[in-house]
């Protein structure tokens, strides 16, 4: 929702930088899974268009103690990423430390090789085509452990935000549908990128540091710091790589690090969020002026050049995938999901969507610029079903046999009125 309560202008004042550089030293390893984010060649003249680049050179320019080093994994890329790589090593600053895979193996399977490789207890998770502020890694690390002393020792993970094409939060939402999840009703909402809207112009705060309160939640996203223990004893990323969006990965890291009884939040403050440009996608995001024409001291160059960059279409590259392939996508591994913690949230998320998508049409993301006709999405929910039931009997964690899969989806197309979809 558009809100005319916009949220205060917080500034790195001397009280917040103190708390910035109180966060614990070397605490944390920043770490991306990159997939062909750099398309042009490091000795030519748009070297700096890369959007690793964005990210590794403002990971570089952190504030505080925190960060001790940068881990990328590159997940099989056939573009010029291995040779940007190559002019970040020796760093005498903050360490970049390289990881490649023999070939391309998906995002959950970069993000476990991140985590073997990391040196340090706390894990801040990035896209490759995010910028951060200066303040996101000690920031976060600050708020972590201020949380496990003071509020909550089960405190395991701190989302921070990010904002599509933005650099600040320019809606509001409850704080009731910022970063929920229930998988009995197929209930969840991020909403990272927005302000709660509970929080006004005076938010409440984390301590005299002024870092905004954290929320408690049940989801958190791609941008966010994890305890390496808490992670590890949830048994990691699970393996996506059925999916080339890997658009489901948030629900299930979510799900597991709550039942190995961690709690998460989520920090809304704006000074530690990151701004994702979205690479490759044309979307449906708002863009403001201000923001385009912000300067960004860190890469020295206007946001409005990145975006105009981010938004030519590109396949191929991250976890990017076709307008007309992702709604299948989405639908089959969310229906994975749901199946494999709840056969009855299973069946209100593939008839929510068929409501919703197939008979109005409506998108539940921006990433997507244009919505298939009638025909398309019926065939992308009955194909999107079929592959999410293929998925969740066949070793997706936690998983399902064929007989419950086959009751479930019985029921499922009688909700519809449809034919049963035949995948054995």
């Known amino acids: 929702m558009r809100s005319t309560t916009v949220p205060p202008l917080l500034t790195a004042d001397a009280r917040f930088d103190r708390a910035v550089q109180a966060a614990p030293a070397r605490s944390v390893s920043a770490v991306l899974a990159t997939y062909n984010r750099c398309p042009f060649d490091p000795d030519g003249a748009q070297a700096r268009d890369n959007p690793l680049v964005w990210a590794l050179e403002s990971l570089l320019c952190q504030a505080g103690p925190a960060l001790a080093e940068v881990v990328v994994v590159d997940d099989g890329s056939t573009d010029h990423t291995p040779a940007v790589l190559d002019r970040y090593r020796d760093r005498p600053e903050i360490p970049i430390r390289t990881v490649r895979l023999p070939g391309h193996q998906g995002a959950a399977a970069a993000r476990n090789a991140a985590v073997a490789a990391a040196g340090s207890p706390w894990l801040l998770f990035g896209d490759d085509d995010c910028v951060f502020t200066p303040y996101t890694v000690s920031g976060a690390a600050y708020t972590l452990h201020t949380l496990r002393s003071t509020v909550d020792g089960r405190a395991a993970a701190v989302m921070v935000p990010f904002y599509y094409r933005a650099l600040q939060p320019r809606q509001t939402h409850p704080t009731a549908q910022i970063g929920r999840l229930d998988p009995a009703s197929a209930q969840f909402a991020t909403h990272f990128h927005t302000w709660p809207a509970e929080y006004g112009t005076q938010p409440p705060l984390l301590d005299d540091s002024g870092i905004v309160a954290p929320l408690p939640v049940q989801l958190i996203g791609g941008t966010c710091l994890i305890d390496r223990q ?100 989405m639908i089959g591994s969310f229906f994975a999901f749901f199946a494999g913690r709840s056969l009855p949230g ?63 989806l019985a029921l499922v197309c009688a909700d519809a009125g449809q034919p049963l979809i035949d995948v054995w």
């Open 230 to 329: 808490a992670l590890d004893h949830a048994g990691g990323f699970v393996d996506l790589s059925d999916w080339k969006s890997s658009y489901s990965d948030h629900l299930h890291l979510s799900a597991d690090l709550t039942d190995s009884g961690a709690d998460l939040y989520h920090c809304p403050d704006p000074r530690l969020g990151a701004a994702h440009l979205k690479w490759g996608a044309v979307g449906r995001y708002p863009v403001d002026p201000v923001d385009l024409g912000t300067w960004l001291p860190g890469l020295g160059r206007r946001f409005a050049d990145l975006v105009d960059l981010a938004a030519v279409p590109r396949q191929d590259t991250g976890c990017r995938v076709a307008d007309d392939d992702f709604h299948a996508e």
């Open 346 to 408: 299973a069946r209100r998320w593939a008839a929510r969507c068929w409501r919703d998508f197939v008979e109005h049409g409506i998108a539940y993301s921006s990433a997507v610029a244009v919505v298939t006709q009638r025909p398309g999405r019926e065939h992308a929910w009955r194909s999107g079903l079929r592959r999410g039931a293929l998925a969740v009997t066949s070793g997706l964690r936690p998983g399902r046999s064929r007989e419950q899969v086959t009751e479930l």
